[in-house]
């Protein structure tokens, strides 16, 4: 069977205004000050938290 009546154009839009894309939250990081992911380790320097470092790449 098919829908008697056609949705129109503002109700499907309301129905999908949640799923719109989000930009990725991002956060300073407090030893260098460069951009990076929340609970991730820093790419630019590798601080993770107090007392703890990561190699990064470009120290491999």
Known sequence: M???????????????????LRGA??????????????HRACQTCGYVRPGLLLKTRDEA
């Open 2 to 20: 098919h829908p008697t009546h056609r949705t129109s154009y503002g109700r499907s839009r309301r129905r999908r205004n949640h799923l719109a």
């Open 25 to 38: 939250n991002t956060v300073v990081c407090p030893n260098c000050g460069a951009t990076k992911l929340p």
